[in-house]
């Protein structure tokens, strides 16, 4: 297990943003240093904004978001953060006016930026009864995913915008990362811990072996990060420690795959038959986890919630076994989307042809965003267009956490009538 991320979240004035990086700085360091000394392996330290109408809102919003966007692109790598996010572009909470032109202005932020990070929330839960999907939104990300695909590297920019949909604040994992605007900075961990998930139902005699050995060794692992992290920040006054994501992040290298420790435990190739059971029951055991370690906090619905997303991912280009798979055929859209009606976190990192228009790639947004209102989860999509390429051809970034696939066929074609003509729909779920 490693810590994939140390995340701060703080305000950061556009007038004065070295300031606010200074402190961050600090804070980062501390808990970093803390884990570091633990033998704990850091990879990433980040910094996350609040929601970007913070900074403005309409034509002048996007402006000044630009140019914050360029002074932190630039100050970010002499106070020690690999990447920033700008926040979350409200297109449930903001009306028309003042959220499009931020939207219109991410595909210049990603691609003027090194390490820059947006998203646009598109769809929420506003009651326990109610939610609101923002359908235009979901169309105008599709073209923003669309235009950050010709920005170039093959578009790999696109690791630097997302859809999400009922995410909360403080996700420590990036694109999603916002602050909650509260006063004083926070933290939060996200962890690589697919290698616990594998070597626990690696071993296994039998399901519930598996789910004994994978909650008693993972709870044990969060607890033990998180005193770390929650010492060092109640040493800094005004900071908060908004807990762990243990979600099981993979990494594209042998013994840290959720594709392997699902045909660990028996399913013969990950995107197959059997692959929704297994999605269904290591999020019944990461649920578990929660429960042991406290690692949860009530939603506005009034449920209760791990930190983060605390649950299952499948980035089919972070997961050398589900880019295999992918290439073999046995993953899809279709198949993705299914499986995160029982677990968590959505599409993230799918490669697609480069040919898919923004209304196709807007449709499956508005796919992702039905389910996580539908369900009341957090829930993202991360789609990477390639350009040139067609489905089923050969894909590939010189990226550490990416391991070689091919572009995903995405069949039909974007909605026309009553659906493309709406803008907003309010879920009726009582």
Known sequence: MKVRAVTVFAAVDPADPISAMRGAE????????ALEAADLEVQTVRIALPPVDTVGTGTDGAARLRDL???????????GFGFVSLGTIDAVALPDGAWQPLLEAAPAIVGGTGRVAITATVGSRTSAGAGTIAMDACRMAGDV???????GNDGFG???????ANCGAHVPFFPAAYHDRAPGMAVGLALECADVVEAAFGGARD???ARTRLVNGLATAVDRVAGLARA??????GARFVGVDFSPAPFPAAGSSIGAAFEAIGLPAFGGPGTTFVASFLTECLHEVAGRTGMAGRTAA?????????????????????AVRAAEGHVSIDRLLLASTVCGLGLDTVPLPGDVDGAT????????????????????????PVPGKRAGDRVSWDFPYFAPSVAIALNGAAATGAIAGATRHEMRLA
């Open 232 to 237: 060092a920040v109640a040493k800094h006054p």
């Open 26 to 33: 600090t804070l980062a360091d501390a808990v970093r240093h």
């Open 145 to 151: 995913v669309a235009a950050i695909a010709q920005t």
């Open 302 to 322: 009034g449920a209760f919630r791990p930190a983060g997303f605390s649950g299952l991912m499948m980035p089919v280009l972070e997961d050398a076994t589900l």
């Open 69 to 79: 966007a360029l002074a932190l692109d630039t100050l970010a790598p002499a106070h």
């Open 207 to 209: 399901l519930e072996d």
């Open 361 to 384: 790639l807007g449709a499956v947004i508005l796919d992702m965003a039905t389910l996580a209102v539908r369900l009341d989860k957090p829930l993202t999509a991360r789609l990477f």
């Open 158 to 164: 696109n690791l630097r915008f997302a859809a999400i």
